[in-house]
């Protein structure tokens, strides 16, 4: 070849392995963390992205019991009708965001990440698996969000 | 004319290759005779004569199971906090793995002591009421017993969790099956959700207790009322 003389070039070989490298950089695969929850609430009608709740973050500082026997969060995505309200009065997320165990409430886009119209849902949970369809956000549907930028997909 | 391609694409590769040797980490065979220098990407071969043929075709893809909040899907890259958020990937270095959920043993890495999550949320120095006593459920199919440890779940969890919401903590009290759970009862409030999923890699975490030696599958009413000759 004419770079290198005393090399043997396999070009198929090359394509394949330059192809195949690019694509395994380029496409960049999308599967999230086991167990977050996303909660919607009200977000959604208040002009607010979803919450995402990552189950692992927490799960790693406190034992379940900390949040579900003490705080009294229910064993059901959305089922804790949180608000703002009763998280500025101290229930719920209050209890610990509150500037003193944890950062405060006014760090609002931390929570409030997840993609506008995404459902309440556990994620990779067995009931999404097997009996409902994929969740994905309802990105075709524009959401009443005047100061939102709308997400990329 | 199609000669010429090839040696031009050829050429150009190898160009590429001898230039930047991170390029031919990408996966590029180059032979010195019959030496052959980089051998990452020889499965590949399989591909080369028809992708109908490969394993596991329609299996979903292997895919980033821990991938970074701004790629997981459900995240808005769009939001600045997104960004702010950890990676769980920089969170479980070090943490014992499993093959599904988070990837992470949450239990082992209690165990030992990798992790040291607060009982109580302002006290780091209580510790848990921890019982240790396991509890062996019969099943009725031919799937292993089930037994059901107390331990790994008191490690965690306050009594009055699942006491008497969930289970009545008497036996024979509780009708529990794999429908039940799969829709999100009993076991199925936290198996399948946010502890380990319920998947036919974890059926044995439960199903754990072989059947006694002499134990044969009960026969359907219908069997006994009309056996077959």
Redesign the interface.
């Known amino acids: 070849m004419m770079s290198c003389n005393n090399y043997k070039f396999n070009w198929r070989f090359a394509i394949l392995g330059v192809m195949a490298g690019l694509a395994t950089m380029v496409v960049s695969p999308a599967q999230a963390e086991y167990a977050d929850v996303i909660i919607n609430n009200y977000a959604d009608a208040a002009g607010m992205r979803p919450v995402v709740f990552p189950h692992w973050f927490h799960r790693i500082r406190f034992r379940c019991k900390v949040c579900h026997a003490d705080l009294g969060f229910q064993f059901k995505a959305g089922g804790n009708k949180i608000t703002m309200a009763k998280i500025i009065e101290g229930k719920f997320c209050g209890a610990c965001h509150n500037g003193e165990i944890s950062w405060s409430v006014e760090n609002c886009n931390m929570c409030h990440s997840g993609i506008p119209g995404t459902p309440t849902h556990i994620h990779g949970s067995t009931v999404q698996r097997l009996i409902s369809p994929p969740y994905k956000a309802l990105n075709a549907q524009p959401q009443p969000q005047p100061q939102q930028p709308q997400p990329a997909k | 004319m199609s000669q010429q391609l090839?040696t031009l694409?050829?050429?150009f590769?190898?160009?590429l290759?001898?230039a930047t040797p991170a390029?031919s980490a990408?996966?590029?065979?180059?032979?010195?005779?019959n030496e052959v220098i980089s051998q990452?990407?020889l499965p590949?071969m399989v591909?080369?004569v028809s992708s109908a043929n490969t394993f596991n075709r329609n299996l979903k893809?292997?895919?980033?199971?821990?991938?970074p909040?701004p790629?997981?899907?459900?995240?808005?890259?769009?939001?600045?906090?997104?960004h702010?958020?950890?990676a769980?990937k920089e969170?479980y270095v070090g943490l014992p793995t499993t093959d599904?959920?988070?990837h992470?043993d949450?239990v082992k890495s209690l165990d030992e002591g990798k992790?040291a999550?607060?009982?109580?949320?302002?006290d780091p120095t209580e510790e848990?009421f921890v019982m240790d006593l396991d509890i062996v459920r019969p099943v009725k199919a031919s799937v292993p017993d089930v037994v059901f440890p107390h331990r790994q779940h008191t490690?965690?969890?306050?009594c009055?969790?699942c006491h008497p919401a969930i289970f009545i903590p008497q036996k024979g009290a509780n009708q529990i099956n794999m429908s039940a759970i799969?829709?999100?009862q009993k076991c199925?409030?936290?198996?399948?959700?946010?502890s380990f999923?319920?998947?036919t890699l974890t059926c044995r975490k439960c199903h754990s207790k072989p059947k006694p030696a002499d134990w044969t599958p009960p026969l359907s009413e219908a069997s006994l009322k009309n056996p077959w000759k």
Not at chain 2, 71 to 82: A, K, L, S
Not at chain 2, 155 to 158: K, M, P, S
């Open positions: 090839r694409l050829g050429a590769l190898g160009g290759l001898v390029i990408l996966g590029a065979v180059v032979e010195r005779g990452a990407e590949l591909a080369d893809k292997e895919k980033d199971p821990n991938a909040p790629e997981d899907g459900y995240h808005d890259p769009e939001n600045e906090g997104t702010v958020l950890q769980p969170a599904f959920g988070n992470v949450w992790l999550p607060r009982w109580d949320r302002f848990p490690l965690w969890l306050a009055a969790n799969l829709l999100g199925g409030v936290c198996h399948g959700k946010v999923p319920i998947m």
